[in-house]
């Protein structure tokens, strides 16, 4: 059957709804629909079968519902509507929520009811961006797919929306404003601030004030230690901020400065900001690490490191953190959005090389619940100083990362992957011994749609190792997501384990402690130990790195600005700020010079 996709954006949702409908032998196009016009020009080109809308923030003209059955994916229980689904279910605490797959109509959100699953929800949930990557996802995919089945059956009856039928518990509301989503630091108890920026994360954040400056709130994590007056920030760690509120504390990762508040408002020109006199401010409109926005203001807030072996028994905010279970070492790393800056690889390499002195078997790397890795971090490249010389350093870091793991002998490693990988990140589990993946993660391991970069992290070696040099081509050419089915098929990864983040996390632990426990295991390292000097007999790592690196100083520095566009329009959502030299002028000559 051939089904077109209307999508808003091709996320992570419709990247899964693609790869599962694929599998099932249908022909699937995506269109990014930006307006009314772009939607009645793919469906008059691609002439489908049926219409689905993963994503769609847009109305469906009634040119296309009117004629043919578009089916809506709604992130909220049966008879809930509006814009503003699953910020309201965080903010109310809803404890049940779902996924509805209707029938477009005139009224939005109103049309005949295909589908619906629902799912539980913790009493402060996760984060909005979390909950859409997993419970969403996942109750979207059994809707869809159900709604497929039915439409091709023929013989089904969408029912219609009836607010008498006890069945139907949601109902209409409004776009929620962020006077909706203000924090009070002198009346908001830590749950409620935590739940108003989750509700908010990963878009649009919560507009607050720090220091004078407007910026938007993200990635909220409990502290139940540190203490202060309300409002204030009371700690610094690994990029993030530590605000007290009247009950506790609150960790915030991130922030963006409100895009139009530089000029009028900006704090940095006192603390001798380099780009206050400039006409683009590289930290302006971008979510960064809330330390990045701050700077300098944030000299009087104290450091509250935490090693990354660390025993803690309170709530608090760790992106690394390492634990010893028997003979296996776990190193837990959770970046948000999956994106690894310079100083997040140097970090996690340093906790690899801490668990590599342990006198323990296995090393296990078990990224964050939504994403492995993503690889580079392109938001704090883009805000960088140099954003060239900034995308040279964070790759050679995670390169060196890469290396670290790929040249271990003393322990077998395991790269487990609870959640989705992109580009470099999905490179990185390929220089473990063992890649195991959760069901329904999303794959997408290629670089060249990234303004045709060529990317690093040995992939010219790990690729090929594992699935062949024709196929590692094929798939980064095609520039295509992969889904753990064909991963494993291929080879990508070893093993595919179904269930939520937590039950794959015990499998792999259990996995983990039974290799570590084999009687063989002398017979497993030696083993991995020769082909490593067979296949550096045959080519050396270094030159593996040396021609990768080749090819992406020339997309850094080189006359082509392809990588650095893309990189604008992806950090801005399409929405490019002012133009700025992508290089300064002594680094061009550097590179001309070479």
């Known amino acids: 059957m051939k089904i077109l996709f209307l999508t808003t954006a091709h996320n992570s949702l419709s990247q899964r709804l693609l790869i599962e409908l694929t599998q099932r032998g249908h022909k699937v196009a995506v269109i990014i629909a930006d307006s009314s016009a772009a ?115 023929g013989s089904f009856k969408p029912w219609p929306l009836d607010y008498s039928c006890p069945l139907t518990q949601g109902r209409l509301r409004p776009t929620m404003m962020q006077k909706d989503r203000a924090i009070d630091w002198t009346r908001d108890p830590t749950d409620d601030v935590v739940r108003k920026i989750r509700a908010a994360d ?33 700690a610094k760690r690994n990029g993030a901020i530590c605000r007290a509120t009247i009950d506790g504390a609150v960790w915030i990762t991130h922030l963006k400065l409100k895009s139009d508040a530089h000029d009028a408002n900006c704090r940095f020109a006192e603390q001798g900001c380099d780009y206050c006199n400039e006409q683009f401010c590289p930290v302006s409109g971008i979510k960064l690490p809330a330390g990045d926005i701050l700077g300098p203001l944030l000299r009087g807030a104290p450091q509250s490191a935490l090693r990354v072996d660390e025993e803690v028994d309170y709530r608090t905010f760790r992106d690394i953190r390492y634990v010893e279970r028997g003979g296996v070492g776990h190193i837990h790393f959770d970046f948000y959005n999956g994106a690894m800056s310079t ?60 290396y670290e793991i790929v040249s271990t002998m ?97 499998e792999v632990t259990e996995r983990a402690a039974n290799l570590a426990s084999r009687m063989d295991f002398w017979n497993l390292l030696r083993e991995k130990h020769e082909k490593r000097v067979k296949d550096e007999r045959v080519k050396q790592l270094a030159a593996y790195r040396a021609e990768e690196l080749a090819r992406m100083r020339i997309n850094f520095f080189g006359p082509d600005p392809s990588y650095h566009l893309a990189r604008e329009r992806f950090v801005f959502k399409g929405r490019a700020p002012t133009a700025r030299p992508t290089t300064t002028p002594a680094i061009r000559r550097e590179f001309a010079g070479r």
């Open 202 to 234: 990963s878009a649009p954040g919560i507009l607050d004030e720090l220091f004078g400056l407007p910026v938007f709130l993200y990635g909220a994590h409990y502290e139940d230690r540190l203490k202060g007056p309300p409002g204030t920030v009371i």
């Open 39 to 153: 939607m009645l020009g793919a469906v008059e080109v691609q002439d489908p079968d049926l219409i689905i809308a993963p994503m769609l923030k847009a109305a469906v003209p009634e040119e296309i519902w009117s004629q043919r059955i578009c089916l809506i994916v709604h992130p909220g229980i049966m008879g809930d509507r509006g814009p503003s689904s699953l910020d309201w279910a965080i903010m109310d605490g809803e404890r049940r929520w779902g996924v509805t797959v209707l029938q477009a109509a005139a009224e939005m959100d109103a049309g005949p009811i295909w589908a619906s699953h629902e799912f539980d929800l913790p009493e402060v949930a996760d984060a909005k961006g979390s909950l859409y990557r997993n419970e969403v996802t996942e109750a979207a995919v059994r809707g869809v797919l159900e709604a497929v089945d039915k439409f091709e059956s």
């Open 343 to 402: 100083e997040q690889c140097y970090r996690l390499r340093d906790a690899f090389l801490l668990a590599r002195s342990r006198p323990t078997r296995v090393i296990v790397l078990h990224g964050g619940k939504d994403y492995f890795s993503n690889g580079i971090h392109l938001n704090v490249i883009e805000a960088a100083e140099d954003p060239a010389l900034e995308s040279w350093r964070n790759i050679n870091a995670i390169d060196d990362l890469v």
């Open 410 to 506: 003393s322990h077998i490693v395991i790269a487990s992957m609870c959640g989705n990988a992109g580009a470099g990140g999905a490179i990185l589990a390929l220089a473990a011994d063992r890649v195991f993946a959760r069901e329904g993660v999303v794959l997408n391991p290629h670089y060249k749609s990234m303004g045709g970069l060529y990317g690093s992290e040995y992939w010219t070696y790990l690729l090929p190792r594992r699935i062949g040099a024709e196929r590692a081509h094929e798939v980064m050419d095609g520039c295509r997501p992969m889904g753990t089915h064909e991963a494993k098929a291929i080879g990508f990864v070893d093993n595919v384990f179904s269930g939520n983040a937590e039950t794959f996390e015990r």
